[in-house]
Nanobody
């Protein structure tokens, strides 16, 4: 069973909005941080947003003021507003989990969802 399942990607015009969702089938009880990355074919995967438990969100400079990361007990969200053509990429969610005090932190990855912004 794939623990992280993403949805919400698609085709949108520049200036439009999308909301990505990432459901963690195992729940978020062990989650210490969640995040979103994106990757354009041929480029390295880059951090878009990250939210640590009890912390303030961190955003890439290119998305500050336009994207918002949030989470609830099962899902990680990325609200994307004022989309630009350069936001076109495959978006991946991550959940960093630490099941116990003794256990190391491990990172779960979603399968990726394509976001295409037409200019």
């Amino acid at each position: 069973q794939v623990p992280l399942v993403e949805s919400g990607g698609g085709l949108v015009q520049a200036g439009g909005s999308l909301r990505l969702s990432c459901v963690n089938s195992r729940g978020m009880r062990s989650a210490v941080a969640v995040g979103w990355y994106r990757q354009v074919l041929g480029n390295e995967r880059e951090l878009v947003a990250r939210l640590s438990s009890g912390g303030t969100p961190v955003y890439a400079d290119s998305v500050k003021g336009r994207f918002t990361i949030s989470r609830d007990e099962r899902t990680v969200y990325l609200q994307m507003n004022s989309l630009k053509s350069e936001d076109t990429a495959v978006y991946y969610c991550t959940v960093d989990v630490k099941p116990s005090i003794e256990a190391p932190i491990s990172r779960l990855w979603g399968q990726g969802t394509q976001v295409t912004v037409s200019s």
